[in-house]
């Protein structure tokens, strides 16, 4: 008998997991009607404005709120049917979206040679658009809703959990048992045995930036050289106070998104969207630790090597191939990477990136560390991530939260790293080179918005030229809850 043995291309893998995922995503509930209050309307109402609230206000108040078992299970229970609720509405939104495309390409057919050129046009335009609303609802539905869903959860479990943590924390340091934890020989930093061959992931790094400009999806380098010496200057502190072996190579994007990424090998890309968004030198310096963490364990070549497609890089180069060979499911997210929903943070391979839940956290662990040794309050990573998870919209915080997921293990172990720390006297929080560079960004992306459509990185050209502009369905800094609202009612015409 012969054995055959079948080797699945990258391909066909590739669309094993989207059916997986699809599976998964089919699994939650269909919930059609608004979820009712388990609670008291008064109690509630409490529950749902700490939910709004900083972590760091949490950790302080959640001794004192005494909050009952069942309380908090039935906050859960509203948080879970919230989601339901708003992922169906988004969910028959994009259906909606979808059947009206499918009646313009209709009617397209039917029309024929006979369709005059002005009918042809708007069909098209229409069905762009249509194309792009269902994009924009399949992001809503896949990215938006689960991570700001997940922030409540997270702050739930804080009202639930930090009162006792925290106690155990106390008595951690009382009885010296903090000082046996895995990388507490912070005189050592630099100098410990950590990842010894970090040099042989430079190859690796080189190739996945190859890869990101071939594809056309790096963003452009910010054209400002004062902004980029700033933030190399800041990284190579840093990096001068960290496990990092080999040279870091520092690039500021001219992209709006918040966030920054590091790539194994010493490759680290900070998004100009970062650096509107920090308020002070402390909190991109806890980003830029954080991130130069990954490298320094090689999380991003373990995570390859566990991964069952190891090659896959980037996640658009299969999107881009699908749209090409014609595939109708990459389409929705053609468009949306298109039309600038989706940012790199949506597009990268978390493996690659090193992103799982106990990398994050070690990730934090010895950020938080590099950005103490060299003279920061180590707080601001925490308050970075703060910010994002409570001030910013969800839309702009949904790239941070894919590649730096939330939960509540990664908080509580963040602030116990810190309460670990010897305090230093003067702890740097503000600059004024931050302040300069905050100046001379404001100008810039007023110079970067208006060069923007030149330069947004396209994977494909083409499409209809000369309608109107595309309409967006939900502002970068709506919240989730005002987008699910928007959804429950009639939803708008798009395409109109
Ligand atoms: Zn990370």
């Keep these: 008998m012969k054995m055959r043995t079948k080797k699945c291309t990258r391909f066909q893998l590739f669309l094993l997991i989207v059916s997986i995922l699809t599976l998964a995503v089919g699994c939650s509930q269909k919930r059609t009607k608004p979820p009712q209050l388990g609670l008291a ?37 509203h948080v879970r049917e919230s989601q ?50 269902k994009a924009q609802a ?6 938006l809703i689960p991570v700001a ?19 155990s924390i106390q008595a951690e340091i009382k009885s010296e048992t903090y000082l046996t934890r895995r990388w507490s020989n912070v005189n050592e930093i ?10 042989d992931d430079i190859k690796r790094g080189q190739d996945a930036v190859r890869e990101l400009q071939q594809q056309s999806a790096m963003p452009p380098e910010l054209d400002n050289k ?24 520092v690039v500021v994007l001219d992209s709006k998104e918040v966030n920054a990424f590091a790539l194994p090998g010493g490759f680290l890309f900070v998004q100009r969207g970062l650096l509107e968004a920090a308020d002070d030198e402390s909190e991109l310096a806890g980003v830029l630790a954080h991130e130069m963490s990954h ?78 040794k060299t003279g920061y309050d180590p707080g601001g990573f925490i308050r970075f991530f703060d910010k994002m998870a409570s001030k910013e919209g969800n839309v702009v915080g949904a790239s941070w939260f894919r590649t730096h997921p939330v939960f509540y293990d990664r908080m509580v172990r963040a602030k116990r790293e810190i309460s ?20 001379l960004l404001k100008q810039q992306v007023v110079k970067s918005n208006s060069e923007q459509d030149k330069k947004r990185p396209t994977l494909l050209t083409g499409g209809e030229q000369g309608c109107a502009a595309t309409k967006k369905l939900y502002k970068d800094t709506d919240s989730i809850e005002a987008i699910c609202a928007q959804f429950a009612e009639p939803l708008p015409s798009a395409g109109r």
């Excluded at 008064?42 to 972590?55: I, S, W």
């Excluded at 399949?138 to 990215?143: A, E, I, N, S």
């Design 138 to 143: 399949d992001v809503l539905t896949q990215q």
């Design 295 to 372: 490298i320094a364990a090689r999380h991003g070549y373990k995570l390859m090597k566990k991964a069952m497609i190891s090659s896959i890089f980037y996640q658009a180069a299969q999107v881009a191939a699908i749209v090409l060979t014609g595939g109708v499911g990459g389409v929705g997210t053609y468009y949306a990477l298109q039309y600038g929903f989706y940012g790199l943070g949506f597009a990268l391979n978390l493996n690659l990136l090193g992103v799982n839940r106990d990398y994050e956290i070690e990730a934090d662990q010895l950020g938080i560390q590099y950005a103490w």
């Design 41 to 77: 309307p008064a109690v509630h109402d409490e529950m749902q404005q700490r939910l709004a609230q900083p972590y760091d206000e949490l950790f302080d108040a959640a001794p004192d709120l005494k909050l009952s078992p069942s309380d908090l299970e039935a906050m859960r229970k």
């Design 420 to 439: 670990f720390l010897p305090k230093k006297e003067q702890a740097i929080l503000q600059t004024t080179a931050f302040e300069e560079m905050k100046k």
């Design 190 to 199: 630099g100098f410990r045995d950590m990842e010894k061959d970090q040099k």
């Design 226 to 249: 004062a902004i980029q010496d700033y933030v190399n200057t800041v990284a190579l502190r840093i990096a001068g106070n960290s496990d990092l072996l080999i040279p870091l190579k």
């Design 84 to 133: 339901d609720y708003c992922t169906t509405n988004a969910k028959a939104a994009a259906k909606k979206f979808e059947t009206q495309t499918d009646d313009r390409l209709a009617e397209l057919k039917r029309l024929g040679n006979k369709i005059e050129e002005g009918k042809r046009h708007d069909l098209h335009c229409q069905i762009q658009d249509l194309r792009s609303a």
């Design 149 to 167: 869903f997940d922030n409540s959860r997270a702050k739930i479990e804080l009202l639930e959990k930090w009162p006792s943590d925290f106690r």
